[in-house]
């Protein structure tokens, strides 16, 4: 059984910052890639931001410069800094994982349950 499990949510005025946090825990061999992604009512899912173990990251255009991703790999942790926040930014945030269980299991893709980031005008 894997785990991610969020924290750092909330209510911020717009230019404000919050920090993300998601950690990962359970029968983890490796972990190849973290992430975030967001979803917003009536929108789909959108890719955020995501690490590899290797350090190269990827960002939505939407969030270049205001957000950064980074990763503590011996904690299985990932981080999303967001400054300057704006009212569009606001959504469900979920951290996802791409990891293996075992030396010789395939990538597998786990989420998190989803923590609510709200932006005020």
């Known amino acids: 059984q894997v785990q991610l499990v969020e924290s750092g949510g909330g209510l911020v005025q717009a230019g404000g910052s919050l920090r993300l946090s998601c950690a990962a825990s359970?029968?983890?061999?490796?972990?190849?890639?973290m992430g975030w992604y967001r979803q917003a009512p009536g929108k789909q899912r959108e890719l955020v931001a995501n690490i590899f173990s290797g350090g190269r990251t990827k960002y939505a255009d939407s969030v270049k410069g205001r957000f950064t991703i980074s990763r503590d790999n011996a904690k299985n942790t990932v981080y999303l800094q967001m400054n300057s926040l704006k009212p569009e930014d606001t959504a469900v945030y979920y951290c996802?994982?791409?990891?293996?269980?075992?030396?010789?299991?395939?990538?597998?893709?786990?989420w998190g349950q989803g923590t609510q980031v709200t932006v005020s005008s």
């Open positions: 996802n994982a791409v990891l293996r269980t075992n030396y010789d299991s395939y990538d597998l893709q786990y």
């Open positions: 359970g029968s983890i061999f490796s972990i190849n890639l």
